[in-house]
C-alpha cells in the first residue's frame, strides 16, 4: 500500500480533464511515483501550466472581451459557476474514492492492487492451510485416547521394521500433546532402551543464542535437546502451546545438550504434523519451526537426518498446499501401519 501526498494546484493547469477518466490520471500518477531509500514516495502529477487564470482551467477561455459588457456574459457566468461547481465535486468525490490514499497504512514499493487474491500465491496458500488445518482438526478431535494409544502402538510397530530407525544413533523425537498426535512416551522409550542419544524440541526465543531471524514474522526457533529416562517424568506442560519440553543442561556457560550447539550429527527425525499425504509431504501447525530447523541443521552439516513423519490414519490428506519453504519428508508412517516413501 501507497501512501501518496498529492500536491497539484489545479488553478494553474491544464490537465484534459473531460478527456481523461480519473482512472486514467491515477494510473498516470501510480506510473510516475518515484520511490527512494528513506524518503516518503511521492506522485508527481505534471500538468501542463498555460494560464494563470484558475477559471481557465475548468471552464475554458475567457469569452471574448468585446461581448463582456452584453447580456451574454451574464448567461456564460452562470453555467461557469454551474461548470465549477460540478468538476469540484467530481475532484472532490474521485479523490475520496482512491483506495492509494488509506492513511496510515504500510509504505511499500509494491502497489496493492484489489484483485482477489491469486491461486497459488502465498496468502491463498495460507489460507487454504488454515482452512485444512481447521478440517484434519475437527476429524481428530472424536478420536478417543483408547484409539490414540491403539495406533500410536502400530506406528511403534513399523518403526521397528525400519532401518532407518534401528541403526540409527541419534534420533530426535516430540513429546507429544494430550490429543490429536500419536503419543510419542512408549516411542521415546523404545529408543532410549534402544541406547538411541534422544532429543527432544525446545521452542526458543531467537535471541537466547543470537540464532537468525528467517522469515519476517519469525521471533523463536526449535533447539534440540538430549534426554534421558529420569528426565522424561519432570517435563510437564508449558508455554504457550502447552508442550512438554526439555531443560537446557548448562555446565559454567556451556550448554551441552543442545544438538546444533554441539555439532551432533543426527541420523533420523521424527516428526509431528497435522497431515501427511502418501507422497510424503506435511502440514504442520503453522510456525515453519521444523523446516527452518531442517534448514538450519543443513546449514551446519550439508546434509539433512532421514526425515519421517508420523501421524494417525484420520491425519492422511490427498493433497496440501505447498511453500516453496516447505520440506519433503523421506518417509510416513500412519496409526494403521500404512508406511509411505517418498
Ligand atoms: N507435540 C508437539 N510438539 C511440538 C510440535 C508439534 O507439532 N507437536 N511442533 C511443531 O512444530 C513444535 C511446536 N510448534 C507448535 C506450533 C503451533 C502450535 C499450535 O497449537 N498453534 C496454533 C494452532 C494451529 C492449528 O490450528 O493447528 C495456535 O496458535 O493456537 C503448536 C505447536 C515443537 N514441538
Ligand atoms: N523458510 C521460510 N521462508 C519464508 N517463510 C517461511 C519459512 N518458513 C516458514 N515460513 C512462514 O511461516 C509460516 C508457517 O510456515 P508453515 O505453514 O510451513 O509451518 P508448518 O510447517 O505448518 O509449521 P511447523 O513446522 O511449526 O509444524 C508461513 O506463513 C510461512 O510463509
Known sequence: MIRFTFKTSIA????????????????AMFLRV???????????HSFTRESEQPTHNVCGD????????????????????????FKTSCTVLSLLSWKGDEFGSEITDEVETEEPIAEGSSSSISNSCTTLRK?????????????????????????????QYTNAN????YMSMDSCEVKTDLLIRDALQRGK????????????????????????????????????????????YQLREPDFHVSGDVVTNDLLLSGTKLDLMILPGVA????????????????????????KHSNKPYLLGIGLKEQLEPSLPLESHDEKLDCVILGNGQIFHK
Open 135 to 163: 478440517t484434519v482438526q475437527a476429524r481428530l478431535s472424536p478420536v478417543t485416547q483408547k484409539e490414540l494409544n491403539l495406533q500410536s502402538t502400530k506406528v511403534l510397530a513399523a518403526l521397528g521394521q525400519l532401518p
Open 62 to 85: 475567457w469569452p471574448n472581451p468585446d461581448f463582456s459588457k452584453t447580456l451574454g456574459v451574464v448567461a456564460w457566468r452562470r453555467s461557469m459557476a454551474v461548470r465549477l461547481a
Open 12 to 27: 494553474n493547469c491544464n490537465a484534459d480533464i473531460d478527456e481523461k477518466s480519473w482512472y486514467e490520471i491515477k494510473l
Open 197 to 240: 542419544k534422544v532429543y527432544l524440541p525446545r521452542i526458543t526465543e531467537l535471541a537466547r543464542f543470537d540464532d537468525f531471524k528467517r522469515h519476517a514474522n519469525q521471533k523463536s526457533c526449535l533447539h534440540f535437546l538430549q534426554v534421558h529416562s529420569a528426565d522424561l517424568d519432570k517435563m510437564v506442560p508449558r508455554g504457550k
Open 34 to 44: 518515484k520511490i527512494s531509500p528513506g524518503t516518503q514516495p511521492s506522485a508527481v
Open 170 to 173: 541419534s534420533v530426535a523425537l
Open 276 to 299: 501427511f499425504t502418501s507422497s510424503c509431504d506435511r502440514l504442520g501447525h503453522g510456525a515453519g519451526f521444523y523446516d527452518d530447523f531442517i534448514k538450519r541443521y543443513v546449514e
